[in-house]
């Protein structure tokens, strides 16, 4: 059996019975040495071995046990990097060409993008609200210009001012301000049941007047607030058309995962979940 197969409790039952069988050889040589007469240097013999022993494999499977923590952590980032490239190899083709995207940081990662992309080419929405402006912007906007049946646009919020900007101008750089607005909005405290959570201070009033088709959640970021995003589906619930698709990303955190199933939950509606580096969760309004 390999090493890296011995668990924490094997590895302690082994530093005792590596004690006890050090003791006892250390102790017997004792005995021998001090030709059969000395109890007292008998015991000292055992103690000595069983400590050292007991020591020696302890610290041998301490040693292990953290490698082995370390090589799963390792196998677990290479495979999300293999994972990421494999989606950004799939997403590039589907870009303009002159479009150079962020994938990662605070950036959406490059599994989200191909989710959002796949999705926006399968359901052709009109209406598309983001949460957390940026590289996804782009990418939203990019996709909706291609579709013919002119009037399709995101709204993208964002809750600093130095970020909508640098959304704004990446925007007009590629000319995609007639599919895209990105609104500046502050982070408000709001009343939701019974908890007071922070999210986007916006007026509700500069939504158009049709309903949302796809919602793609990438902020605000958590910081300390691990609900920071589900206010997202009660704020904007009255919005939503009946077939809308949600996007969440950082998925595989404990407050996007519980929002998620919150929202699927208050929703009635099918939660899915579509893996990649950091999860993310998809639902499907019309799949109740
Ligand atoms: C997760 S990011 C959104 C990223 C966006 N969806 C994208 O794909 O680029 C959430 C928010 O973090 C803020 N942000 C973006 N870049 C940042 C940076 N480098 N440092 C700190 N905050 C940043 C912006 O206000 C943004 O709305």
Redesign the pocket.
């Known amino acids: 059996m390999p090493l890296s197969d011995i668990s924490k409790r094997d590895w302690r039952r082994a530093a005792v019975a590596g004690a006890l069988i050090g003791g006892v050889i250390t102790g017997t040589l004792s005995w021998t040495l001090s030709v059969r007469s000395s109890g007292v240097a008998t015991l000292l013999g055992f103690v000595i071995g069983a400590s050292l022993f007991g020591f020696l494999l302890t610290l041998v499977g301490s040693v292990n046990v953290k490698l082995n923590d370390i090589r799963e952590t390792v196998i677990g980032h290479v495979g999300d990097t293999r994972d990421e490239l494999r989606s950004m190899a799939n997403v590039r083709p589907l870009l303009d060409e002159e479009m150079l995207l962020?994938f990662g940081g605070?950036?959406?990662s490059a599994h989200f993008a191909e989710v959002v992309l796949r999705l926006l080419m399968q359901e052709r929405p009109k209406l598309v609200v983001e949460c957390?402006?940026?590289?996804?912007t782009l990418l939203v906007a990019s996709r909706l210009k291609k579709f013919e049946g002119g009037d399709r646009r995101v709204i993208a919020l964002?809750?600093?001012e130095k970020?909508a900007d640098i959304t704004r101008d990446l925007l007009s750089r590629h000319n995609l301000n007639e599919w895209a607005e990105v609104y500046t909005a502050p982070l408000e405290s709001w009343q939701i049941n019974d908890e007071s959570l922070s999210w986007y201070g916006i007026d509700l009033d500069v939504l158009p007047d049709r309903k949302i088709d796809m919602l793609v959640v990438?902020?605000?970021?958590a910081e300390s607030r691990p609900l920071a995003r589900y206010p997202a589906i009660p704020v904007l619930k009255r919005h939503l058309s009946k077939e809308c698709i949600i996007i969440l990303d950082d998925g595989d955190r404990s407050g996007e995962s519980e929002a998620a199933h919150r929202w699927a939950e208050e929703l009635g509606c099918e939660l899915e979940y579509a893996g990649g580096a950091r999860g993310t969760w998809i639902l499907h309004r019309d799949h109740s």
């Open positions: 962020q605070y950036a959406m957390g402006s940026g590289s996804s964002d809750h600093e970020y990438d902020g605000p970021p």
